[in-house]
């Protein structure tokens, strides 16, 4: 799945980091979904949709 989280995270001035903390998750799962190997859960993507005041279908789109 593609995203536009590190887009986001560059337009605000957050940390990777910054970010997982935010949304209660670690580093790791906020570098593994930027980089396509790993689909957030819907709950994660709500909050993450939340904290950039998006909509989660502007955030993240399907591949096909």
């Known amino acids: 799945m593609k995203n536009k989280i590190k887009v986001l995270r560059?337009?605000?001035?957050i940390t990777q980091a910054e970010l997982a903390n935010r949304v209660e998750v670690s580093?790791?799962?906020i570098n593994a979904i930027e980089k396509g190997k790993f689909d957030p859960s819907l709950p994660l993507a709500f909050r993450i949709s939340r904290?950039?005041?998006a909509r989660i279908e502007d955030i993240f789109q399907d591949e096909k």
């Open 10 to 13: 560059a337009e605000q001035n």
């Open 51 to 53: 904290l950039f005041n």
């Open 27 to 29: 580093r790791q799962t």
